[in-house]
């Protein structure tokens, strides 16, 4: 049985493994020639929202489903429906048109079918590996995408110097088709369904309601899910804006680009590392309180900096990859032990549609704010928000209570 588990992860990871470098890959391909095009925080912003508000909108609803369908499916056919999307953007920059609309369609498209995948996959977890192993895993999960994104960058920026724009987006199909293949030769059970959830769509509103009361079930879950929000609210932005705080702040160009991207996921990996490797004597919740300090402190700093010390920007980025890391396997694992697994579909798609819709809003100023306040200011006011939100989570008593604690069935 122990063997049984481990051996179904070994061919999920090498196969989700190749599908996220090509991904990582395309992703940044795509941002260096937005970038590059354009260099305006606006395009990138929305390009960001194209790739992330369809999926807030359909979310919820995605996990109604999925926590009725069959979850290996349903993954299976969401990569496959990515791919398909990308293989359109291919052919588009293969015949010349290089539409910017076109491209904000295809990366809403594609969020759609991430809005079914990424749910699925956390979801799966628990049917599979045993729960005093989740945190390993969240860990393992963890590396396997900060080497991602060390390879992803450097193939992304050595693939658009290379090649086309249009040739560099089949890597994106060829990693679908390894995840697909990977996900093809193992099982993945399912949960009981209950005859209520078997019953029509006439039933999906009430069960949304569920999905939502399930995450107050829990005495401090509540407020896991609205920190992690404001924490994502303020650091989406910086993400988007990243490549420009290099570009116009720094003076770099494609090579400072990678370089930033790959340190980034060098840090993400010693995070998911550290995490995978050792079981933590503290609380997952004191764990992501520290790791929101750490992550504000290096994202305010970054934007602070003189522009003559780039080596430092840097240390900074390797230092906030691995805080994000070790935050995100913590509070992937809590949500794993406090939720139960039938209702776990649902509660992972509302948890990515709640912060996501936020997210949106803020994205919607970023460029406007960048013009007027300079990338390096945006960096320093919402890098100390984050750092404001760990602290201010300390004193929370529901939420410092819960870490300590598995999940009662009783509840």
């Given at each position: 049985?122990?063997?049984?588990w481990k ?15 090509t991904?990582s ?55 496959a ?93 060829i990693?679908?088709?390894f ?43 509540g ?21 420009l ?17 790959i ?10 590392s ?38 430092f920007f ?19 694992t ?8 039938e ?19 803020g ?16 960096f ?32």
């Amino acid at each position: 049985m122990q063997d049984s588990w481990k051996k179904k992860f070994l061919f999920i990871w090498i196969g989700q493994f190749l599908s996220l470098i090509t991904s990582s890959a395309v992703n940044f391909a795509i941002i260096i020639w937005l970038s590059l095009h354009y260099g305006s925080a606006q395009v990138l912003a929305y390009g960001a929202i194209a790739g992330m508000l369809p999926a807030a909108v359909i979310g919820p609803f995605a996990g109604v489903y999925i926590d009725r369908w069959d979850r290996k499916k349903t993954m299976i056919f969401s990569d496959a429906f990515v791919a398909l999307c990308t293989l359109a953007m291919s052919i588009s920059f293969y015949v010349g048109f290089e539409s910017l609309w076109l491209i904000y369609i295809m990366l809403g498209l594609r969020s759609v079918g991430s809005a079914f995948h990424m749910p699925a996959m956390q979801a799966s977890i628990p049917m599979i590996a045993p729960q005093e192993e989740l945190l390993r895993i969240s860990g393992i999960n963890q590396v396997i995408q900060s080497i991602s994104s060390i390879a992803g960058p450097a193939l992304g920026a050595l693939a658009i110097t290379l090649m086309p724009i249009g040739n560099v987006l089949l890597l994106d199909i060829i990693g679908a088709v390894f995840g697909i293949v990977s996900l093809l030769l193992v099982h993945i059970p399912n949960p009981t369904l209950t005859e209520k959830m078997k019953t029509s769509f006439r039933q999906v509103w009430a069960d949304l309601g569920e999905g939502f009361a399930e995450i107050f079930r829990t005495k401090g879950l509540g407020a896991v899910f609205i920190f992690s929000t404001m924490v994502t609210f303020f650091i989406m932005p910086i993400a988007v804006l990243f490549p420009l705080l290099t570009l116009n702040h720094f003076g770099g160009g494609k090579f400072e680009i990678s370089v930033v991207e790959i340190v980034w996921g060098v840090g993400m990996l010693v995070g998911g590392s550290l995490i995978g490797i050792f079981k933590p004597s503290l609380s997952k919740i004191v764990i992501m309180n520290v790791m929101y300090i750490i992550l504000g402190i290096s994202l305010s700093l970054s934007g602070y900096i003189p522009s003559t010390t780039f080596y430092f920007f840097i240390v900074l980025t390797a230092l906030g990859g691995i805080a994000a890391a070790v935050y995100n396997a913590c509070f992937m694992t809590v949500i794993q032990e406090q939720v139960r697994p039938e209702a776990m579909g649902r509660v992972f798609s509302m948890y990515f549609s709640i912060v996501v819709i936020p997210t949106v809003i803020g994205l919607l100023g970023t460029g406007w704010a960048a013009d007027q306040f300079g990338v390096g200011n945006i960096f320093i006011v919402l890098g100390a928000l984050i750092a404001m939100v760990g602290i201010i989570s300390f004193f929370n008593k529901p939420l410092m209570s819960l870490g300590g604690f598995k999940k009662n069935d009783n509840l």
